[in-house]
């Protein structure tokens, strides 16, 4: 069955570094997306990316954040300058379409700044 | 803005009794509704959606129905198993599908004992 893949599964990080954040959605699907939970708290939405542009974003996503997909199989999260706060753990998603509903989520990364 | 509303866990039960995990929302409009199971170590996965009023999603057992009257959406299974162990959350979206902007509720751990 295909999966969404992310790596690495844990990631430590000093605060103030940035910190790349790598997911492989499934190969034919073309709406991606990133979902962080703090430890506690609920899961929540960050972008979502389509045609080589951000579709949607929350007010979580600000500039620090970056999305991109370098090639045709990668989607990643870019941090630039994290914060305590930003300890997470990070979910990347796909679906083949918009419509339909649900899409499939990876195991995810965890995110500790020190 | 759209809210969901999960009972808190953990819930732990015998096997082969009944399941019910309560979901109410908040949104405005017609929202779809959708039931995410987490197993340990692995990703969110999509275990039933339900996209209009009174449609029931159903899988491996498990059932849902969308209650627009009580902005409801409980959880049940007639006989649960050990294997059912995990954490279920309970999520909303009114942006059309995929996993675009969903609105999770935090999530309740279910234990069930042979």
């Known amino acids: 069955e295909p999966e969404v893949t992310q790596t690495p599964s844990h990631q430590v990080t000093q605060m103030g570094q940035e910190v790349i954040l790598r997911c492989v959605p499934i190969s034919n699907h073309l709406y991606f997306y990133w979902y962080r939970q703090i430890l506690g708290q609920k899961v929540e939405f960050l972008v979502s990316?389509?045609?080589?542009?951000?579709?949607?974003k929350s007010e979580i996503f600000d500039d620090q954040f970056s999305v991109e997909r370098p090639d045709g199989s990668n989607f990643t999260l870019k941090i630039r300058s994290t914060k305590l706060e930003d300890s997470a753990m990070y979910f990347c998603?796909?679906?083949?379409?918009?419509?339909?509903?649900?899409?499939?989520f990876g195991p995810g990364t965890r995110l500790t700044v020190t | 803005g759209n809210s969901v509303t999960q009972m808190e866990g953990p819930v732990t039960l015998s096997e082969e009794a009944f399941l019910t995990i309560n979901c109410t929302y908040t949104a405005t409009g017609y929202p779809s509704l959708f039931w995410y199971v987490q197993y340990p170590g692995e990703g969110l996965q999509l275990l039933l959606k339900a996209t209009k009023a009174d449609d029931k999603g159903s899988n491996k057992g498990f059932e849902a129905t969308y209650r627009k009257e009580t902005t409801s959406f409980h959880l049940e299974k007639g006989s649960v198993q050990v294997s059912d162990s995990a954490v279920y959350f309970c999520a909303l979206s009114d942006k059309g599908g995929g996993a675009d902007g969903l609105t999770f509720g935090k999530g309740t751990h279910l234990i069930i004992q042979p």
């Open positions: 998603a796909s679906s083949e379409a918009r419509e339909g509903g649900g899409g499939y």
């Open positions: 990316f389509y045609n080589n542009e951000i579709s949607e």
